[in-house]
């Protein structure tokens, strides 16, 4: 079955950086599309970014230039390097595949950002 485990998350100063990773299992990981997703209280879960099987990204405008999206096809592992970090930033983050419809979620990592 589709496995999606996230770790990384933590506490970390306004302009700190934390480094997110989402191992999968269960997909044929070269191929999928891996999307990260965040979810602030009391907001709506928005997606971050996502690069595809052939390593092309997206993000969201609110973190242009501050966060990175890579892949590990070896490791079946999916990376967020969040730099320059704000408040803003805040929320649980979630690893998130979809495969013929379905949406596949890992358990989420928590990422608080202190002023």
């Known amino acids: 079955q589709v496995q999606l485990v996230e770790s990384g998350g933590g506490l970390v100063q306004t302009g700190g950086s934390l480094r997110l990773s989402c191992a999968a299992s269960?997909?044929?990981?070269?191929?999928?599309?891996m999307n990260w997703y965040r979810q602030a209280p009391g907001k709506q879960r928005e997606l971050v970014g996502a690069i595809s099987g052939g390593g092309s990204r997206n993000y969201v405008d609110s973190v242009k230039g501050r966060f990175t999206i890579s892949r590990d096809n070896a490791k079946n592992t999916v990376y967020l390097q969040m730099d320059s970090l704000k408040p803003e930033d805040t929320a649980v983050y979630y690893c998130n595949v979809r495969i013929m419809g379905l949406d596949y979620w890992g358990q989420g990592t928590q990422v608080t950002v202190s002023s």
């Open positions: 269960g997909i044929t990981f070269s191929i999928r599309t």
